[in-house]
Each structure stands twice: as structure tokens, then as C-alpha cells.
């Protein structure tokens, strides 16, 4: 389950509503301190361990705007980041289908837009 987790700055303090939970509340100086407080408060209210990792949107609200570009950017930079990985994963996937059906890594390698040294080594991490 993801948590949506309201954020608002009073003063020099990071103040968290979790909306889903009633009666969960924390602040911290900073960012990231907020989020490692959010965590414990989830976990205490739900009651689970500490090493439990809850997943959670935070939404900002009467941030200054240069601060709510900057949340949009890392947004947008933690979704290409989750779609670098697919993507790598996909292409060491095809290199190993490729070599299995008998093409060179030579031949590979323009195909995926690599060298083949870099096929190589995606193949031989694999297996």
C-alpha cells in the first residue's frame, strides 16, 4: 500500500500529515530527516518493524515554486531512473536470447547500439 503524505513548511520545520493514517504526524528540519521520520510514524501506528519500508508520495503544499519545480524534477529523474533499469535489463535479456540462437556479438552489438565488448560483457555477467 502507498501512503500519500501531505508536506508543509512552517518556519525552518518539515511538518508530515500522513492522510491515510489518522493521528500520524511528524516534522524534521530537513528533507531528509522528514522521510526517515515518516517511516518510523507509519510503522509505529500500523505497528511493524522497524525494518519495514512503506512506500510513500509526498505531496507538497505552499512550497515557493522554484522548490515545487525542483520536486518535479526529481520526480521525473526517479522515473527515468526505473525506466534506465528496465531498459538495461531488457537489452542484457535480448543480447543473451541472441547469443543462444547463434548471432556474434558483432552482429549483436549494432543491433542494441553498443560494442560488441560491451555484449560480451553483458553475457558473461549473466551467465
Known sequence: MSYTVEVTREGGVWIADVLD???????????????????????????????EVFDVNLVFKGVDEDFARAVELGKRREELDAEHEQLVARTAQS???????????????????MT????????????
Open 21 to 51: 493514517l489518522p493521528g500520524a504526524h511528524t516534522n524534521a528540519r530537513n528533507l531528509e530527516v522528514l522521510e526517515r521520520h515518516i517511516q518510523e510514524v507509519i510503522g509505529l501506528v500500523l505497528d511493524r518493524p522497524d525494518f
Open 95 to 113: 543480447a543473451i536470447t541472441l547469443v543462444g540462437k547463434g548471432y556474434s556479438m558483432r552482429d549483436i552489438g549494432p543491433a542494441l547500439r
Open 116 to 127: 560488441h565488448g560491451r555484449v560480451g560483457q553483458i553475457v558473461r555477467k549473466a551467465t
